[in-house]
């Protein structure tokens, strides 16, 4: 058996992290104390306790614990559980389904559930570490809590270390420093600190530093180019662009190559910033922008490195504006509020005696910066702006 699933707790007290959840006004706290199970979605990354509150919390209120991954299971196997959670309903024992990555069932899979959920039949308990607001049905989310879990902190997988080392290896010797390098390169998953520790204990029975060398070869970053990771890191790299924060641009940039994301993907967003946030600040940015995604297509990586965190550095110190994007947006607003405003007759292109005599082109002289004495924009609109231009 792994050492995860060995040193996996079995009541409330075990449990180290999600203080918010677990502390004496903590909502899973009240759930055990009260032996009353409610339907739950738990919403948190991989290894943070997601599956081991969920067992805990089923034997504590003695109900009966039914586990489906949504990867393996399909229909037919929720109709079996559902036949299942019947039985008991007669005998007068509670029934709790775990969905294991709920996220993977499709709408009608989880629309199978609805119905045994709002009767009382099942309390159903999803565990994801995708945003449920995209993932899970509403009417399913609207029916039960859905609970946060956060990454373990390095203390917590330390403490989680050292409660191993003193159950399963009492016999080996640790470096204090060596445990900490362990739990930080878990990112804040229990299963994988305690897998290395595993595979430490098995070169010698001291973990140093130099065990270590040989058995953490790389941090592996957790990501997932579909979910959260992905897109909370983009959004945070742009923010700190936008914040002109370079120390912070150029590590969530790092945070994301390390972790393998498309580097074609990372200069399409700069170009993308560099006509929504620099705009008229900077013209030249938006060259420099397509340019580095040239650059990328050209060489690839890993040379092309180089050019990312040299376009990353010079748009996040560029002089930053707004003024583009909010001339976009005005620009739509008016054509949504005045879609079939007539084009002023001056404007329009003559293309015959009759079109001239009635007044097309009337006025209009092709000279640099020419100010026609009627404007540009369509009367109704002069109107309503009281003859401001929407561009100013």
């Not at 449920?132 to 609207?142: C, D, G, H, Q, R």
């Not at 399963?168 to 994988?192: C, F, M, N, T, W």
């Not at 972790?259 to 910033?273: L, Q, S, T, W």
Request: aromatic share 8%; with cysteine; hydrophobic share 40%.
């Amino acid at each position: 058996m792994p050492l995860a699933e060995k040193m996996r707790p079995t009541k409330l007290s075990e449990v180290v992290g999600q203080e918010h959840l677990l502390g004496d006004d903590g909502i899973l706290t009240k759930i055990v104390k009260n032996k009353q199970p409610i339907s739950i979605i738990f919403w948190g990354p991989a290894g943070c306790g997601k599956t081991t509150l969920a067992r805990i919390i089923a034997k504590e209120v003695e109900a009966d614990f039914i586990e489906l991954s949504a990867v393996t299971s399909g229909k037919k196997d929720i109709e079996e559980v559902i036949k299942r959670a019947e039985q008991n309903w007669n005998l007068r024992i509670n029934t709790i389904v775990f969905v294991d990555e709920i996220h993977r069932f499709n709408k009608s899979q989880q629309d199978a559930f609805l119905p045994h959920v709002e009767s009382g039949l099942i309390s159903l308990i999803g565990a994801t570490t995708e945003n449920p607001a995209f993932e899970v049905i509403t009417p399913l989310i609207s029916r039960s809590r859905v609970l946060t879990l956060k990454p373990l902190e390095q203390k917590n997988i330390t403490t989680l270390l050292k409660r191993a080392l003193v159950k399963y290896y009492p016999q080996d010797k640790y470096e204090e420093k060596a445990l900490e390098i362990i739990a930080k390169a878990s990112s804040g998953d229990a299963r994988v600190a305690l897998g290395n520790l595993d595979i430490a204990t098995k070169f010698d029975n001291k973990i140093t530093l130099q065990t270590l060398k040989k058995t953490l070869n790389n941090n592996f970053i957790q990501y997932d180019k579909k979910g959260d990771a992905h897109y909370d890191n983009i959004s945070a790299f742009i923010k700190s662009m936008r914040g002109s924060d370079v120390d912070a641009t150029c590590y969530y940039l790092a945070r994301m190559l390390k972790a393998g994301e498309d580097p074609k993907f990372i200069a399409r967003r700069m170009i993308i910033f560099a006509s929504e946030d620099i705009g008229l600040a900077g013209n030249g940015a938006l060259s420099l922008a397509n340019s580095c995604f040239d650059a990328v297509t050209k060489i690839g990586m890993p040379e092309a490195n180089y050019v990312l965190f040299h376009t990353a550095s010079a748009l996040a110190k560029c002089k930053k504006s707004r003024l583009t994007t909010d001339i976009m947006h005005k620009s739509y607003k008016l054509v949504n509020d005045y879609p079939f405003a007539q084009i002023p007759l001056h404007l329009r292109n003559s293309t015959s005696k009759i079109t001239e005599e009635l007044g097309y082109t009337k006025g209009y002289e092709w000279k640099a910066n020419f100010q026609h004495p009627k404007g540009f924009l369509p009367e109704d609109i002069q109107k309503i702006l009281k003859n401001k231009s929407p561009r100013k």
